[in-house]
């Protein structure tokens, strides 16, 4: 059976990091997609859960991070939400800029954005909500990126 | 679903067999640890051989470029070896193809160490 959305609710930790990654791979090969669309998908995921945990939960134990998944006729919809300060996004380095290139960190935002169709980062001054989709066969009516 | 790694010597050259996931936590620790002692010891020609790499995050991205510039800045040499599709393509979308000296045979690899 296919479940069309599903919620989670998860504790600021590494091994949330790792199921994050391995249900959304789950989700994309439910929803269908191939190999090396799952690998996309699971690793969009995964460093948006990194992003939840270390960079706006920060570990701490009393804040959640919440995942879920919305399948819908075209796409795969991803959404992930920490309880942090809230990203900064005017301080999202280009990692393809020559100074960054040599940076050890700075890529995952860059990774997601490569790796799905439509990317929305919501910060707010309780948390941020990052939004992914997914084109199931490819809708070329979406732009690449939506504003944010 | 760790990184296992181990080390062997070549013509001076040491090759370090890794395999499992480069990730954030466990995977990236023990590149680091890795090529961290083997610098210490004063094996400064290392060839890191990813045949057996088949997940690496932007974490383990970060480790390698880290091992790279450490290398360097330590005097050494540090290489790839045998990319896997999924890694080769994450070097090539972060640009980080060419900065890395990639080699696909390892005795080509070892040969291209300076004597």
Not at chain 2, 81 to 96: A, E, M, R
Request: glycine residues 8%; without cysteine; charged residues 25%.
């Amino acid at each position: 059976m296919t479940v069309d959305r599903v919620s989670y609710t998860l504790d600021s930790t590494l091994e949330t990091v790792n199921n994050a990654e391995e249900t959304a791979g789950r989700m994309a090969a439910e929803a269908g997609f191939d190999d090396e669309e799952i690998m996309k998908i699971s690793m969009a995921v995964r460093e948006g859960a990194v992003n939840a945990v270390l960079h706006g939960n920060a570990y701490d134990p009393n804040k959640k991070v919440t995942l879920a998944f919305e399948r819908t006729a075209h796409d795969l919809v991803i959404v992930v939400r920490d309880q942090g300060k809230g990203l900064d996004l005017s301080r999202i380095p280009d990692p393809l800029a020559p100074d960054n290139l040599m940076k050890t960190s700075g890529r995952g935002i860059f990774l997601i954005r490569s790796f799905m169709d439509v990317v929305e980062i919501h910060p707010s001054q309780t948390g941020t909500e990052l939004r992914m989709i997914k084109h199931v066969r490819g809708n070329p009516a979406d732009s690449k990126e939506a504003p944010q | 679903m760790t990184m296992k790694s181990s080390t062997r010597q070549v013509d001076g050259v040491t090759i370090v067999d890794l395999s499992g996931r480069i990730t954030l936590g466990e995977g990236s620790v023990v590149l680091r640890e890795t090529v961290r002692d083997l610098l210490s010891k004063g094996q400064k020609k290392i060839l890191l051989n990813l045949g057996d790499v088949n997940y690496i995050d932007s974490s383990g991205i970060g480790e390698l470029v880290s091992a790279f510039t450490t290398s360097k800045n330590q005097g050494g040499e540090l290489k790839l070896l045998n990319l896997t599709k999924k890694v080769h393509d994450l070097l090539q979308i972060t640009k980080l193809y060419t900065v890395f000296d990639v080699k696909e045979d390892e005795a080509a690899g070892v040969k291209s160490f300076s004597k």
